[in-house]
Antibody
């Protein structure tokens, strides 16, 4: 059974930084692309970043480009999202998801990031 | 990277069929056969119900079907049931990015 467990969400001040983690199990992690999708309170889903299986190819939404960095440690079966220069509109539940090209059959339960002073 | 356009809400009576549209551009929906649909219940993670425009993942009810014409994709729910009341999102691959729709709340009357 595929399991994705996010962690690292917290209350952070505007301009601050945070690193999210997603521990994966139940599948061969180093053969799958991984993604981060977020959902602001009461709002819709927003794709923010993808990383291919090797970790060398990464992609970002314009809204986070230059501020967020996606990475993975295939030896630890873990996906990361390093977030800098956080803003109030980054407040959201952040989900990690397994899949490609917008098709994500497996999701974590999400971790809440709140950006507020 | 504007969100794909979905109606905010769609409603129907049990047993009816409803269709949710998802309109994009020639750079996303119109250019790729990688349109997915998700069902989301309050407080839960999304669940993939359609992939590659019209393919149902294993375990998804045959009452859900997808199609695409030009820049618009559609999700049809046939034989609407109370358990279908949820939010639905489309998502299109767009080259180096992926774009979600704004979401549609389905209400079963």
């Amino acid at each position: 059974e595929v399991q994705l467990l996010e962690s690292g969400g917290d209350l952070v001040q505007p301009g601050g930084s945070l690193r999210l983690s997603c521990a994966a199990s139940g599948f061969v992690f180093n053969t799958y692309a991984m993604n981060w999708v977020r959902q602001a309170p009461g709002k819709g889903l927003e794709w923010i970043s993808s990383i291919l299986s090797s970790g060398y190819d990464t992609y970002y939404a314009d809204s986070v480009k230059g501020r967020f960095t996606i990475s993975r440690d295939n030896s630890r079966n873990t996906l990361y999202l390093q977030m800098h220069s956080l803003r109030a509109d980054d407040t959201a539940i952040y989900y990690c998801a397994k899949g490609v090209k917008g098709a994500y059959p497996d999701w974590g339960q999400g971790t809440l990031v709140t950006v507020s002073s | 990277q504007s969100a794909l356009t979905q109606p905010a809400s769609v409603s129907g009576s049990p047993g009816q069929s409803i269709t949710i549209s998802c309109t994009g551009t020639s750079s996303d929906v119109g250019n790729y056969d990688f349109v997915s649909w998700y069902q989301q219940f309050p407080g839960k993670a999304p669940n993939l119900i359609i992939t590659e425009v019209s393919r149902r993942p294993s375990g998804v009810s045959s009452r859900f079907s997808g199609s695409k014409s030009g820049n618009t994709a559609s999700l049809t729910i046939s034989g609407l049931q109370a358990e279908d009341e949820a939010d639905y999102y489309c998502c299109s691959h767009a080259g180096y990015t992926n774009i979600f729709g704004g979401g549609t709340k389905v209400t079963v009357l």
